[in-house]
């Protein structure tokens, strides 16, 4: 069987032992004691390479990484140990649990229109498509389904940069890819690390280059990520357009936690943030592993889709808008869809709690200067908090 590489100190599986090295040299758990990993069996069924189900737009045949394989007649199925990480507990999947779960996953991307809506960069408009099918030739079969989060610095030449990537299987949870990014020096200036928020700084990013332990800016990150995906991988995570903008990519097979719950409303409109997701829905939430929480919350909505519409009903209320945004003085505060998304139907599924965005084109210069994470609403903030518990 193929085995994963596990960090005891942690107590957290990782797809290669590249990954577990990467996460030993970044995680703050890891400085005040000596690293160790033992190869140990995966938390599920091995990766196996399986013919991916044919699809109705008539793409070729590709070999996945899964676990769909079904347990023998009369062989009772196999169940996989606990997946943790830091004190939360999260879903596993028994290899007949995983198919169920790969139709319904396949079931629920989200259609074009919908991401044309949503503004989310598709191909063949988009700076980079994800590859075709064995476009890149490899012994590393690439994955069903796999959860993306990235987060992103402020540089001084008024854009974001990608600063640290994370990738997981979503069937099994196993880490692929966690390690941190560094923005071109000969191109961007970084003017705000958001140390709050991405757990990086000067003096972190500086030593992890000289390790050589990090990626060389988004070039290196989509080299790296296309390693395990290809365009008929599904890309699962929350409010994952920004991600995808950030590395330049597009992709047209996409489930987001954030559009998946706001469409159990039945109207597109602004989602919901990742903690508050996960505090509601699945009672969990680890904010330094954005990932496993967007792939708990998928799982949840994709085995519960009663509770979800029943939830999305206690939670979510239809308010009429105009094209405008509204009428009065707080236009800017109400924008449908939330930041421009939405679509043109005239209405907005609004959360029955209470918001108030800001408009990013106030021309009033004598305002206060806030940083990054004094501003930031964790309840509607798409991504999640950070946690300095370690």
């Known amino acids: 069987m193929a085995a994963t590489w596990h960090c005891n100190l942690c107590d957290r599986s990782f797809g290669s032992q590249e990954a577990l090295e990467q996460h030993q040299g970044d995680s703050p758990a890891h400085t005040k004691r000596a690293s160790q990993f033992q190869r140990s069996q995966p938390p599920l069924q091995p990766p196996t ?35 943790t990480c830091r004190g939360n507990t999260y879903t596993t999947l028994t290899p007949s649990e995983q198919a169920t779960l790969y139709a319904r996953l396949l079931n629920h991307c989200h259609t074009t229109a919908r991401l044309k809506r949503e503004r989310y960069p598709l191909p063949p408009t988009a700076t980079t498509p994800f590859p075709p099918p064995n476009h890149y030739p490899s012994s590393r079969p690439k994955y069903k389904a796999v959860v993306l989060d990235c987060e992103m610095v402020g540089v001084r030449q008024g854009t ?37 928020i991405t757990g990086v700084s000067a003096a972190r990013m500086a030593s992890a280059v000289a390790q050589g332990r990090a990626l060389g800016g988004k070039e290196g990150a989509v080299a790296r990520l296309f390693e395990y995906v290809d365009s008929q991988t599904v890309l699962v995570g929350q409010a994952v357009k920004g991600d995808l ?20 409303s039945g109207m ?5 943030g990742l903690e508050r997701l996960c505090r509601e829905l699945t009672g969990c939430h680890d904010s330094l592993e954005d990932v496993l929480a967007a792939r708990e919350v998928v799982i949840w909505c994709l085995q519960h889709p009663v509770e979800l519409r029943e939830w999305a009903r206690k939670n979510w209320k239809v308010a009429p808008t105009t094209a405008r945004g509204g009428s009065g003085s707080n236009n800017k505060a109400r924008r449908g869809g939330g930041g421009g998304r939405g679509g043109g139907s005239g209405y907005a599924a609004r959360s029955t709690r209470s918001y108030a965005w800001e408009s990013d084109d106030d021309s009033d210069d004598d305002r206060e200067v806030l940083r ?17 518990s370690d």
């Open 49 to 83: 390479s399986t013919p991916y189900p044919a699809h109705r737009s008539g793409h070729h045949h590709a070999h996945h990484a899964s676990a769909d394989a079904l347990p023998p007649p009369g062989q009772p199925p196999t169940i996989p140990p606990p997946l």
């Open 160 to 196: 974001e940069q990608v600063v640290t990537l994370s990738l997981i299987d979503f069937f099994t949870g196993a880490t692929l890819i966690n390690t941190v990014v560094e923005p071109d020096p000969a191109r961007y200036t970084v003017t705000d690390w958001r140390s709050a």
């Open 245 to 264: 903008k950030a590395l330049g990519l597009g992709h047209g097979r996409i489930v987001d936690s954030a559009l998946l719950t706001a469409e159990a």
């Open 268 to 272: 597109a409109g602004r989602g919901v």
């Open 372 to 388: 990054w994470e004094d501003v930031v609403d964790w309840d509607t903030w798409l991504k999640s908090p950070p946690d300095w």
